[in-house]
Protein backbone atom coordinates (compact mmCIF):
# COMPACT_ATOMS: atom_id res chain seq x y z
CA UNK A 1 0.00 0.00 0.00
CA UNK A 2 3.05 2.28 0.39
CA UNK A 3 3.90 1.97 -2.86
CA UNK A 4 0.39 2.27 -3.82
CA UNK A 5 0.51 5.80 -2.53
CA UNK A 6 3.71 6.98 -4.51
CA UNK A 7 1.97 5.65 -7.64
CA UNK A 8 0.28 8.93 -8.22
CA UNK A 9 3.07 11.08 -7.13
CA UNK A 10 5.66 9.03 -9.56
CA UNK A 11 2.59 9.52 -12.22
CA UNK A 12 2.53 13.35 -11.71
CA UNK A 13 6.09 14.31 -11.80
CA UNK A 14 6.19 12.32 -15.09
CA UNK A 15 3.26 14.39 -16.67
CA UNK A 16 5.01 17.78 -15.59
CA UNK A 17 8.05 16.40 -16.92
CA UNK A 18 6.48 15.74 -20.26
CA UNK A 19 4.91 18.91 -20.06
CA UNK A 20 7.87 21.08 -19.51
CA UNK A 21 9.42 18.73 -22.38
CA UNK A 22 6.99 19.92 -25.07
CA UNK A 23 5.99 23.14 -24.26
CA UNK A 24 10.17 24.14 -23.63
CA UNK A 25 9.51 26.30 -26.97
CA UNK A 26 6.36 28.13 -26.02
CA UNK A 27 8.33 28.97 -22.61
CA UNK A 28 11.27 30.00 -24.18
CA UNK A 29 10.47 31.60 -27.56
CA UNK A 30 6.79 31.71 -27.14
CA UNK A 31 5.85 29.67 -30.03
CA UNK A 32 3.82 26.91 -31.19
CA UNK A 33 4.25 23.36 -32.65
CA UNK A 34 6.91 23.23 -35.07
CA UNK A 35 7.93 26.77 -34.04
CA UNK A 36 4.97 28.32 -35.45
CA UNK A 37 5.00 31.84 -34.48
CA UNK A 38 1.24 32.46 -31.94
CA UNK A 39 -0.92 35.34 -33.04
CA UNK A 40 -0.51 38.37 -31.10
CA UNK A 41 -4.28 38.38 -30.95
CA UNK A 42 -5.06 35.59 -29.11
CA UNK A 43 -2.07 34.84 -27.41
CA UNK A 44 -2.89 36.57 -24.36
CA UNK A 45 -5.05 33.76 -23.74
CA UNK A 46 -3.44 30.97 -24.82
CA UNK A 47 -1.04 32.48 -22.34
CA UNK A 48 -3.48 32.12 -19.80
CA UNK A 49 -4.41 28.82 -20.91
CA UNK A 50 -0.96 27.45 -20.63
CA UNK A 51 -0.41 29.02 -17.14
CA UNK A 52 -3.34 27.47 -15.94
CA UNK A 53 -2.92 24.05 -17.39
CA UNK A 54 0.86 24.14 -15.89
CA UNK A 55 -0.72 24.98 -12.75
CA UNK A 56 -3.19 21.64 -12.73
CA UNK A 57 -0.23 19.67 -12.94
CA UNK A 58 1.57 21.30 -10.53
CA UNK A 59 -1.58 21.08 -7.92
CA UNK A 60 -1.74 17.34 -8.91
CA UNK A 61 2.01 16.44 -8.10
CA UNK A 62 1.28 18.89 -4.47
CA UNK A 63 -2.02 16.94 -4.04
CA UNK A 64 -0.49 13.67 -4.67
CA UNK A 65 2.82 14.02 -2.46
CA UNK A 66 0.17 15.52 0.39
CA UNK A 67 -1.13 12.25 0.39
CA UNK A 68 2.09 10.35 0.32
CA UNK A 69 3.22 11.84 3.56
CA UNK A 70 -0.21 11.43 4.39
CA UNK A 71 -1.27 15.03 5.17
CA UNK A 72 -4.78 14.60 3.86
CA UNK A 73 -6.09 17.92 6.00
CA UNK A 74 -3.86 20.23 3.75
CA UNK A 75 -4.86 18.02 0.37
CA UNK A 76 -8.63 18.98 1.36
CA UNK A 77 -8.27 22.60 1.81
CA UNK A 78 -5.75 22.75 -1.52
CA UNK A 79 -8.70 20.69 -2.98
CA UNK A 80 -10.74 23.39 -4.20
CA UNK A 81 -7.97 25.37 -5.99
CA UNK A 82 -8.64 22.65 -8.53
CA UNK A 83 -12.22 24.05 -9.09
CA UNK A 84 -10.57 27.81 -10.40
CA UNK A 85 -8.07 25.88 -12.16
CA UNK A 86 -10.38 23.66 -14.00
CA UNK A 87 -13.06 26.46 -14.66
CA UNK A 88 -10.17 28.60 -16.28
CA UNK A 89 -8.64 25.38 -18.46
CA UNK A 90 -12.20 24.78 -19.47
CA UNK A 91 -13.41 28.40 -20.81
CA UNK A 92 -9.95 29.65 -21.76
CA UNK A 93 -8.94 25.77 -23.74
CA UNK A 94 -12.40 26.07 -25.33
CA UNK A 95 -11.55 29.96 -26.51
CA UNK A 96 -8.00 29.18 -27.67
CA UNK A 97 -9.94 26.20 -29.65
CA UNK A 98 -12.04 28.25 -31.62
CA UNK A 99 -10.16 31.52 -31.77
CA UNK A 100 -6.72 29.79 -32.75
CA UNK A 101 -8.80 28.26 -36.13
CA UNK A 102 -10.93 31.60 -36.47
CA UNK A 103 -6.86 33.07 -37.02
CA UNK A 104 -4.92 30.69 -38.50
CA UNK A 105 -4.35 30.29 -41.87
CA UNK A 106 -5.80 26.75 -43.58
CA UNK A 107 -3.43 24.33 -42.53
CA UNK A 108 -2.85 20.46 -42.01
CA UNK A 109 -2.32 19.80 -38.28
CA UNK A 110 -1.11 15.47 -37.83
CA UNK A 111 -2.75 15.41 -41.21
CA UNK A 112 -6.15 17.25 -40.09
CA UNK A 113 -7.29 20.32 -41.47
CA UNK A 114 -7.05 22.86 -38.76
CA UNK A 115 -11.04 23.27 -39.06
CA UNK A 116 -11.72 19.78 -38.56
CA UNK A 117 -9.26 19.31 -35.89
CA UNK A 118 -11.00 21.73 -33.81
CA UNK A 119 -13.83 18.96 -33.00
CA UNK A 120 -10.46 16.84 -31.30
CA UNK A 121 -9.47 20.16 -29.31
CA UNK A 122 -13.62 20.91 -27.48
CA UNK A 123 -13.55 16.95 -27.08
CA UNK A 124 -10.09 17.23 -24.69
CA UNK A 125 -11.85 19.84 -22.93
CA UNK A 126 -15.10 18.35 -22.67
CA UNK A 127 -13.38 14.90 -21.20
CA UNK A 128 -10.85 17.10 -18.85
CA UNK A 129 -14.20 18.70 -17.17
CA UNK A 130 -16.18 15.21 -17.26
CA UNK A 131 -13.38 13.97 -15.42
CA UNK A 132 -12.68 16.37 -13.28
CA UNK A 133 -16.24 16.89 -12.25
CA UNK A 134 -16.51 13.21 -11.25
CA UNK A 135 -13.37 13.58 -9.10
CA UNK A 136 -14.45 16.44 -7.17
CA UNK A 137 -17.97 15.20 -6.48
CA UNK A 138 -16.90 11.66 -5.55
CA UNK A 139 -14.06 12.97 -3.54
CA UNK A 140 -15.00 11.17 -0.56
CA UNK A 141 -14.75 8.09 -2.29
CA UNK A 142 -10.57 7.65 -3.21
CA UNK A 143 -11.45 4.50 -5.33
CA UNK A 144 -12.71 6.90 -7.66
CA UNK A 145 -11.27 10.07 -6.92
CA UNK A 146 -7.93 9.33 -7.50
CA UNK A 147 -8.20 7.79 -10.59
CA UNK A 148 -10.52 9.96 -11.94
CA UNK A 149 -8.01 12.87 -11.01
CA UNK A 150 -5.34 11.09 -12.93
CA UNK A 151 -7.31 10.59 -16.08
CA UNK A 152 -7.81 14.65 -16.34
CA UNK A 153 -4.38 15.37 -16.14
CA UNK A 154 -4.14 12.42 -19.04
CA UNK A 155 -6.42 14.47 -20.98
CA UNK A 156 -4.56 17.47 -21.12
CA UNK A 157 -1.12 15.86 -21.29
CA UNK A 158 -1.20 15.61 -25.58
CA UNK A 159 -0.82 18.83 -26.25
CA UNK A 160 2.62 18.42 -24.66
CA UNK A 161 3.60 14.96 -26.19
CA UNK A 162 2.60 16.44 -29.75
CA UNK A 163 5.32 18.82 -29.91
CA UNK A 164 8.34 16.44 -28.82
CA UNK A 165 9.39 15.03 -32.14
CA UNK A 166 11.52 12.37 -30.66
CA UNK A 167 8.25 10.50 -29.86
CA UNK A 168 7.44 10.97 -33.52
CA UNK A 169 9.76 7.77 -34.44
CA UNK A 170 7.39 5.90 -32.30
CA UNK A 171 3.94 7.22 -33.40
CA UNK A 172 4.33 8.58 -36.34
CA UNK A 173 2.80 12.44 -37.14
CA UNK A 174 -0.07 11.85 -38.67
CA UNK A 175 -3.92 10.24 -37.65
CA UNK A 176 -4.99 9.49 -33.86
CA UNK A 177 -2.08 7.37 -33.28
CA UNK A 178 0.31 10.62 -33.95
CA UNK A 179 -1.93 12.65 -31.75
CA UNK A 180 -2.76 10.18 -28.90
CA UNK A 181 -0.43 6.92 -29.42
CA UNK A 182 1.84 8.66 -26.66
CA UNK A 183 -0.34 9.73 -23.61
CA UNK A 184 -2.25 6.01 -24.90
CA UNK A 185 0.54 4.09 -24.43
CA UNK A 186 1.36 5.87 -21.13
CA UNK A 187 -2.11 5.32 -19.56
CA UNK A 188 -1.76 1.71 -20.35
CA UNK A 189 1.43 1.85 -18.71
CA UNK A 190 0.05 3.24 -15.40
CA UNK A 191 -2.71 0.73 -15.28
CA UNK A 192 -0.44 -2.04 -15.61
CA UNK A 193 1.28 -0.62 -13.06
CA UNK A 194 -1.33 0.40 -10.48
CA UNK A 195 -2.53 -3.81 -11.14
CA UNK A 196 0.86 -4.91 -10.34
CA UNK A 197 1.15 -2.51 -6.94
CA UNK A 198 -2.31 -3.42 -5.95
CA UNK A 199 -2.79 -7.14 -6.80
CA UNK A 200 -5.72 -6.00 -7.95
CA UNK A 201 -7.52 -4.46 -11.13
CA UNK A 202 -8.72 -1.18 -10.69
CA UNK A 203 -12.42 -1.34 -12.47
CA UNK A 204 -12.54 2.83 -12.50
CA UNK A 205 -9.27 3.85 -13.98
CA UNK A 206 -9.91 1.06 -16.36
CA UNK A 207 -13.79 1.85 -17.54
CA UNK A 208 -12.19 5.74 -17.48
CA UNK A 209 -9.62 4.91 -19.58
CA UNK A 210 -11.56 2.95 -22.65
CA UNK A 211 -14.03 5.61 -22.36
CA UNK A 212 -11.34 8.24 -22.59
CA UNK A 213 -9.24 6.41 -25.32
CA UNK A 214 -13.01 5.75 -27.49
CA UNK A 215 -13.96 9.43 -27.15
CA UNK A 216 -10.27 10.78 -28.59
CA UNK A 217 -10.32 8.40 -31.34
CA UNK A 218 -14.18 8.69 -32.20
CA UNK A 219 -13.54 12.23 -32.45
CA UNK A 220 -10.74 11.89 -35.48
CA UNK A 221 -13.11 10.70 -37.73
CA UNK A 222 -16.35 11.79 -36.40
CA UNK A 223 -14.61 15.65 -37.56
CA UNK A 224 -14.53 14.15 -41.42
CA UNK A 225 -17.91 13.96 -41.56
CA UNK A 226 -20.62 16.47 -43.48
CA UNK A 227 -21.98 16.94 -39.69
CA UNK A 228 -19.67 18.11 -38.01
CA UNK A 229 -18.49 20.77 -40.95
CA UNK A 230 -21.57 22.57 -40.85
CA UNK A 231 -21.38 22.74 -36.92
CA UNK A 232 -18.03 23.75 -36.85
CA UNK A 233 -19.13 26.52 -39.48
CA UNK A 234 -21.90 27.89 -37.09
CA UNK A 235 -19.29 27.65 -34.38
CA UNK A 236 -16.41 29.28 -35.84
CA UNK A 237 -19.00 31.92 -36.57
CA UNK A 238 -18.84 33.12 -32.57
Known amino acids: MKADRYFYSAAAAVFLALMLIGFHPFYTHGTGVAGRRI ?6 LVAVHGIA ?3 WLVLFLVQSLLISVRNRRLHMRLGWSAV ?21 PPILFFGMPYARFLLVMLTEIALFTLFLAAGILLRKRPEIHRPMMLLAALTILAGATVRIP ?8 TGWMGLFGAVFSLGALLLIIRWALNRRFDPWFAAGYAFWVVAYIASTSLAFTDTWSRLAAQILKL
Not at 166 to 173: E, K, S
Open 39 to 44: DPAIFP
Open 53 to 55: TAA
Open 84 to 104: AIGLTILCTGSMVAIRSVQVS
Open 166 to 173: ALYIVFGN
